[in-house]
C-alpha cells in the first residue's frame, strides 16, 4: 500500500480540472483595457452562452448543491446582463434563482463553499446594481448576512494586506473594505494570479488594469477555450492539497519535501 501510494505522489504532474461559471464570468466582466468598448475577454460571454444546464443554471452538471448552482448562475447572469447579450439565457438562469433561492438552508454547512458567504452578499449587491430582479429580502439569506458580517468584522485589514492567506480568494467579495492595491500585488503570486485563482485576479485587473493579472488571466482563457477554472495552474493546489491531508508524513518525507520545494517556487 506504502508504494502505491508513494508511485501516486511521484506521477502527480497535473490532471484533468473543469472550467469555473463563476470565475469566467468574473473575467466576462472585465472592459477593453485600452478605453475601448466592449469586453477585454469576449470569448468568456461565448463560453458562458454555450454551457448553460437544461434547468437554466450554470455549474456542475453532475452534482447538485445548491450554494455551487446559485452562486455559479447569478455571477453567470450578471456578465449577461452587464453586456445586454443572450437575454433569454439570462432570464432562464434568473428563474431558476427565484426557484431554488429558499432552498439554501438544504445543504449541509459541511459542503459550505470556501467564501461563499461574503461572496453571494456581494453579487446581489451587483445584481441589483443593474436592475436584476432577485429575491435580496428572501429570509433564508438574512443567515447569509450575518455570517458575511461576522466575517467581516473578524478581518484586519493588516493580516490581509501583509501575507498570503486564503482571504487573498475571496478579494472579488470584499469591495468595501478600501483595499490598498499597491500593498496587495507585493502578494501577487509569480504568475500573475492571488493565489492561482481567476476570479480575484479578474477583479484586481479590473481595478488596476494591472498587467501581470492581464497576462495571467489571457494564458488561462486561452488554454481552456474561453473558461477558466477556480485554480490554474492545478499542479500547485493539487500538491498543497495532498500535503494537507495525506497523513502517514513519516512515509513520505521526501515526497512531501519535493512538494513543499515546488510550493516555494511558484
Not at 38 to 57: H, M, V
Not at 148 to 176: C, F, N, Q, Y
Amino acid at each position: 500500500m506504502i508504494d502505491t501510494i508513494r508511485a501516486a505522489l511521484r506521477s502527480v504532474a497535473g490532471s484533468d480540472i473543469s472550467v469555473s461559471p463563476y470565475d469566467t464570468a468574473w473575467i466576462a466582466l472585465v472592459r477593453k483595457l485600452d478605453g475601448g468598448e466592449g469586453l477585454q475577454f469576449p470569448s468568456c460571454i461565448e463560453w458562458i452562452a454555450k454551457n448553460q444546464l437544461p434547468d437554466g443554471s450554470w455549474g456542475d452538471g453532475a452534482f447538485f448543491l445548491v450554494q455551487d448552482r446559485l452562486i455559479n448562475t447569478l455571477a453567470c447572469i450578471i456578465a449577461l446582463k452587464t453586456w445586454n447579450v443572450h437575454s433569454d439565457k439570462c432570464n432562464k438562469g434568473l428563474s431558476f434563482i427565484h426557484e431554488n433561492i429558499r432552498r439554501l438552508p438544504e445543504d449541509d454547512e459541511n459542503w459550505m463553499l470556501a467564501g461563499f458567504e461574503t461572496i453571494f452578499p456581494t453579487l446581489l449587491e451587483m445584481a441589483k446594481d443593474i436592475c436584476l430582479d432577485i429575491p435580496c429580502d428572501e429570509p433564508t439569506l438574512q443567515d447569509i448576512y450575518a455570517k458575511r458580517d461576522l466575517k467581516l468584522a473578524k478581518i484586519t485589514k493588516e493580516l490581509l494586506h501583509s501575507v498570503p492567506t486564503a482571504l487573498l480568494l475571496s478579494l472579488e467579495g470584499m469591495p468595501d473594505l478600501d483595499l490598498d492595491w499597491d500593498r496587495l500585488f507585493k502578494l501577487q503570486s509569480p504568475d500573475g494570479s492571488f493565489l492561482s485563482s481567476a476570479a480575484p485576479t479578474a477583479y484586481a485587473l479590473m481595478q488596476t488594469g494591472n498587467k501581470k493579472c492581464l497576462e495571467y488571466l489571457t494564458d488561462s482563457v486561452n488554454t481552456f477555450n474561453g473558461g477558466a477554472p477556480f485554480t490554474y495552474p492545478m499542479e500547485l493546489y493539487e500538491r498543497l492539497w495532498v500535503v494537507d491531508r495525506l497523513g502517514l508524513s513519516s512515509y513520505f518525507r521526501s515526497e512531501i519535501d519535493s512538494y513543499l520545494d515546488y510550493a516555494y517556487r511558484h
